[in-house]
């Protein structure tokens, strides 16, 4: 079985930082490209980064120069560096990955940015 388990989210103060993890489990994680998705409270679901098999990144252009995705194959594990919180990044973040003809998706975990 396919396992996703994000960790890391948390209360922080706008301008503050956050690193959430995404340990993996059931795949060839180097393999595999992994995705992080956002969802604020009643707004749709949206693409926050990638990160491809051969480390080619991509970011959401909200999020460009302030957030950076890593993996650790070893680790079979993907992280989100948050730099420069804003209330707007607030939402449940959830990683994602397209494996064996399915999207597989962690259950997420919560960043809120607030004084």
């Known amino acids: 079985q396919v396992h996703l388990v994000e960790r890391g989210g948390g209360l922080v103060q706008p301008g503050g930082s956050l690193r959430l993890s995404c340990a993996t489990s059931?795949?060839?994680?180097?393999?595999?490209?992994m995705k992080w998705y956002r969802q604020a409270p009643e707004k749709e679901r949206e693409f926050v980064a990638g990160?491809?098999?051969?480390?080619?990144?991509d970011y959401a252009d909200s999020v460009k120069d302030r957030f950076i995705i890593s993996r650790d194959n070893v680790r079979a594990t993907v992280y989100l560096q948050m730099n420069s919180l804003k209330p707007e990044d607030t939402a449940v973040y959830c990683c994602?990955?397209?494996?064996?003809?399915?999207?597989?998706w962690g259950r997420g975990t919560q960043v809120t940015v607030s004084t």
């Open positions: 994602t990955v397209s494996a064996r003809g399915h999207d597989y």
């Open positions: 059931g795949i060839n994680f180097r393999l595999y490209t």
């Open positions: 990160l491809s098999s051969d480390h080619r990144a």
